[in-house]
């Protein structure tokens, strides 16, 4: 396992072979977190980064952790397609919204990969009823691969365009999709998402001023969250679900993460041996999928791509815990990884972001 | 309103009429909050504080909030009931197994109020397997009643001996009990519960290392928390409980503070307002309980003895927000609003510890 | 010492006699601060509380912690001097530059504290230096009184006008001041001070942005903090200071609380106990100083009217470490002790704000 | 300068040319940063890491972020010389006094880096005044070279064995070199320094018990921290120091880093672009210095192995700031460094851990 690693990090690439690579939107959390994973990626050279109200400032000025690791300099508004002969992929990091009127444009040689929500609904009505305003490249639509690479991955390799999932999408997805892909759900599922507060975005907004949020814990967007849809049509395409969803989401004060508590009820009685059998078979080529003994817990999967998954059952009482970075698994990790598999690369090429302890 | 809390900490109590209280552990979190209450209580003069390890500390010194508040030292280990002649009260906040050897000394004058887990449970099985001890005090356990104030007060006026209730156990319990009382639940009620480092106790552990507790969210204790008996007990005695109750703990990475998410399917639909009426009415003279807009947050409960309950439906789909400081409505709050109770003086008495923005 | 804690909370206080009390700026967190304490307080009653933004809201639902607490509803910009007939005392919690427009209007019977900086500089240059306004008022201004309790009581009983002191000011100069009054300082001062993110105040910034202040540590303004200047004037008046004073101002990552590190080099040698011996000489009659063995903490200091001080000395080498709660002893707790001198009170009435530990 | 790194981590490099490590102490704080490091250190292979109390645990276990990444399991005590026989480098990570009892017993043909405080002082006097401990080994301690890579590069190139910096030590004595080297400053320096809970070690302890210091900041070890005598031996070394030092440790409650104020006299007035300049010159050869606008911030360089250097400087006044990740800069990441240069590599090499935003 151990020079498996080796080989990650050390491929020799020749300049020449390098995808080219563009970012729009590179000043938020999922554009930040893009450009770390990018900049040290031994197949990847960055060829531009937009940031509007950043434009003209070098990279490591705008993300101070950046700061000696590269002379990047954000531009403006992406410029039309003429711009992107030399571009092999792009990331859109942008609000949503935006993606919808860019994807449209872009020349058919230039794959993408939208980390928005404007993607990832096949149905219209459920995407304007959530997302709150009109669809207008439904036809785009159609050809997004949804991008959660351990169930998808076939797709995935051979698509143009990928909708990547939303970060409590993920953890949901990845900690049901075993039991929904048997058909051992019974009756309704219950999640209890939790996240941190990186979640909200890069800027600052009265949910996350620190002498507050550093003491807080509170429900929001009860029942409703936009994430929901995109669960229950995975789960649909996965499994035969017809199950009711009851989803929550809580705020956590961390800076990063995301813990669901998924609450089955299965069809028949599940050890815990057996259930994380269950999940060993279905994850057995995914590497970034990490079976652990008891809880996870976030602090294990900060700043890293792995999703950990840990179980209870009592009966037919079944708990799954699942455990991701919002941004990394749950956006630029999970985006990076789809990227590698759609120009035939290892996915875990670029993607050996070591955790810390502590 | 406004003049309610007024009178409240400026009733004229001449001091001969003050309650005499003891407390038998007093290093703790527990009795670190009992401390600092009752120094404050204006119907209150403190005896004695006992504290093995610091026996012959002022409480000042272990307690640094309280320098310049008390001029009380610690005393060792209870020198039996002779010492008890002046007393009035005691408050027992020893770790689990202490108090059921002290209780049965203690003389027939003295009211005992006990936060640990003793003497909760009715059933002796019950006990054994969640405390993982044998049980010596099961006599004097026939004598107890159940501290939750909200649902037991008339029992509480008239009690001689309390079992103060868990701090997940009241969080909960405040939020189901309007639920119970009518029958509405059908089927299973799943509870998933957070707690602050607090409630681990004033003890450094593994869990409690701040470089990694700050940033950790997990699982404990899957099914089997031993506040789940106590739960299941009560349900039983408020309404015809015989549903199944899941029970997750987890932590948080703050230091006060408990959120316990509350699902539950209910016998016919409920709208919110229909719910909140249901638990303005349940809880019509309880000020202690809040019912919010939206969700509850630990960051407006942190340090007082307020519950703030909050709620979502869809359906019979309902959801219940509850959150209470762990060591005050959780712990030392809700026992000196028993021992309000138990001396006829008004339950708000020397409660009114008001929390921060922020 | 404890039966000195009860009678504050427990004066029995006439209706008619209590003061009648105004608070402009109710919303932030200086008015959050000030409605805690003055709620409570058993000879106040609060007349009227403005919040131009919040008009119309009621106080427990812009400061969630107070729901319950009182039916006190914000009302919008002072209405002019007709509507102060019957208020003894005004609290200004205003925005720096708004308070000095409001002053001059108040009529001559109306005492009040303006807890901004627009009346704490004697000299109008230094005023429009530091605060980058010109000053409107400066006749008002002979008429102010600056609010450091401990060393300018009696100017205070006698002021119908107070400045309030800064936070960072107070922690410094309460540090510095026996020193100072002894001229006992040789050489630069150089003062390391640190702040809880609440000294931000309760409006979300970039600085103040979770995902990041909570991993932050930085300084800011460096020499040139505002409270600069009101530390050298007070320190000339409290002893014969011709010292350089540097000054530098830090960001901590909690949400209240001040340390400020106080290097001082001394005209002779000074071991620890002779230090200590002299702070509690000048402080003798300050109940909310507490001289504590090693260092302070913020942590037992938070939420309360305490200024702890702590000392290390080597030789001529002398460090003084003073910690504060910023919104309380460096805010709206000095404040209140402040009118308590002013209406001829004991100077800790209403201001038991009992720390917690944790 | 991307593609600089961009070669930093694509090197091509042989199983055979691998240097073999082994790592003593690998449980801790520093044995996991290390461990984290060098799996992905793309000219090293670990032989053996050791771990008394965890000995036959996997490694993944113990530090849970690592998990998936390696198949290493701890051994027990070193069990001799004869099992070095393939070892070209190993790494001492252990409670301080157990190196001095190893490093005579090495091969000749290991080297060796130490990051404990054995062998930093050449005076026997000094280190036993404050590690409280005999010196058992002084015959060796003449043969290591003080592992300040910036200040020291060509001793370590030649070095069998390396004292690597203390964590305090090393943000200090960066944030001065330029100047002691120079020889412009007069008079005492004061160093006010924060360090994060890691910096306590991974041992719960009552000091990082999470409840109380995730709102503590305080001071510790007044002028004594055993720092203090190996930061003025080699300014000694770096310049003509014969100036008095203040040195002021304080605990800051965050995971990690390490922020230090230093404050200085110069002998003659400094402009901040002048300083900037003096240091530019100083580190032109030094990737892992960054001179940054305003102050530096521990967000910055979490998890990273660079020193952030900031200014403020007026007349003769100066004051550096220096921050660094306490683990990486202060400990793992500085020995790796210097592995890097004694084994003739670039010193970047398996060093590029990029920080985060957030």
Same mark, same amino acid.
């Given at each position: 396992?151990?020079?498996?690693?080796?080989?990650?990090?050390?491929?020799?690439?020749?300049?020449?072979?390098?995808?080219?690579?563009?970012?729009?939107?590179?000043?938020?959390?999922?554009?930040?977190?893009?450009?770390?994973?990018?900049?040290?990626?031994?197949?990847?050279? #960055?060829?531009?980064?937009?940031?509007?109200?950043?434009? !003209?400032?070098?990279?490591?000025?705008?993300?101070?952790? $950046? @700061?000696? *690791?590269?002379?990047?300099?954000?531009?403006?508004?992406?410029?039309?397609?003429?711009?992107?002969?030399?571009?092999?992929?792009?990331?859109?990091?942008?609000?949503?919204?935006?993606?919808?009127?860019?994807?449209?444009?872009?020349?058919?040689?230039?794959?993408?990969?939208?980390?928005?929500?404007?993607?990832?609904?096949?149905?219209?009505?459920?995407?304007?009823?959530?997302?709150?305003?009109?669809?207008?490249?439904?036809?785009?639509?159609?050809?997004?691969?949804?991008?959660?690479?351990?169930?998808?991955?076939?797709? #995935?390799?051979?698509?143009?365009?990928?909708?990547?999932? !939303?970060?409590?999408?993920?953890?949901?997805?990845?900690? $049901? @999709?075993? *039991?929904?892909?048997?058909?051992?759900?019974?009756?309704?599922?219950?999640?209890?998402?939790?996240?941190?507060?990186?979640?909200?975005?890069?800027?600052?907004?009265?949910?996350?001023?620190?002498?507050?949020?550093?003491?807080?814990?509170?429900?929001?967007?009860?029942?409703?969250?936009?994430?929901?849809?995109?669960?229950?049509?995975?789960?649909?395409?996965?499994?035969?679900?017809?199950?009711?969803?009851?989803?929550?989401?809580?705020?956590?004060?961390?800076?990063?993460?995301?813990?669901?508590?998924?609450?089955?009820?299965?069809?028949?009685?599940?050890?815990?041996?057996?259930?994380?059998?269950?999940?060993?078979?279905?994850?057995?080529?995914?590497?970034?999928?990490?079976?652990?003994?008891?809880?996870?817990?976030?602090?294990?999967?900060?700043?890293?791509?792995?999703?950990?998954?840990?179980?209870?059952?009592?009966?037919?009482?079944?708990?799954?815990?699942?455990?991701?970075?919002?941004?990394?698994?749950?956006?630029?990790?999970?985006?990076?990884?789809?990227?590698?598999?759609?120009?035939?690369?290892?996915?875990?090429?670029?993607?050996?972001?070591?955790?810390?302890?502590?």
């Amino acid at each position: 396992m151990k020079s498996d690693i080796g080989n990650m990090n050390t491929k020799l690439e020749t300049r020449n072979s390098k995808l080219r690579v563009g970012i729009y939107g590179g000043s938020g959390y999922g554009g930040s977190e893009l450009l770390r994973i990018l900049l040290l990626h031994p197949n990847v050279e #960055i060829s531009f980064v937009t940031a509007n109200e950043q434009a !003209g400032k070098r990279v490591g000025e705008v993300h101070r952790n $950046l @700061a000696g *690791l590269t002379d990047l300099v954000f531009s403006g508004a992406p410029d039309g397609p003429s711009s992107l002969t030399d571009v092999d992929c792009v990331f859109l990091a942008l609000p949503h919204g935006q993606a919808m009127a860019l994807v449209p444009t872009l020349p058919t040689h230039v794959k993408a990969i939208d980390l928005s929500g404007d993607f990832r609904l096949r149905d219209q009505q459920e995407f304007e009823k959530h997302y709150n305003r009109a669809h207008t490249a439904m036809s785009s639509q159609a050809e997004f691969v949804y991008g959660l690479t351990e169930t998808n991955r076939e797709a #995935i390799r051979n698509a143009r365009l990928i909708a990547n999932p !939303g970060c409590f999408a993920t953890a949901t997805l990845l900690g $049901l @999709a075993p *039991l929904a892909a048997k058909g051992a759900i019974n009756g309704r599922v219950i999640v209890d998402a939790k996240t941190g507060s990186s979640g909200s975005g890069a800027k600052a907004a009265a949910n996350t001023h620190h002498p507050q949020r550093m003491n807080s814990f509170y429900a929001y967007k009860p029942f409703n969250h936009q994430h929901v849809p995109e669960i229950e049509q995975e789960l649909r395409a996965i499994g035969d679900w017809t199950n009711e969803l009851v989803f929550m989401t809580h705020s956590l004060p961390v800076s990063r993460g995301i813990f669901a508590s998924i609450y089955v009820e299965t069809n028949s009685d599940f050890s815990e041996p057996q259930l994380r059998e269950m999940f060993a078979e279905f994850y057995r080529d995914s590497f970034f999928i990490r079976l652990v003994e008891g809880s996870p817990d976030i602090n294990w999967v900060k700043t890293t791509n792995f999703c950990d998954l840990g179980f209870a059952t009592r009966g037919r009482s079944v708990v799954v815990f699942s455990a991701i970075d919002n941004l990394v698994k749950g956006a630029a990790g999970q985006a990076v990884q789809n990227m590698n598999l759609m120009f035939g690369l290892d996915e875990k090429t670029g993607l050996m972001l070591v955790g810390t302890n502590p």
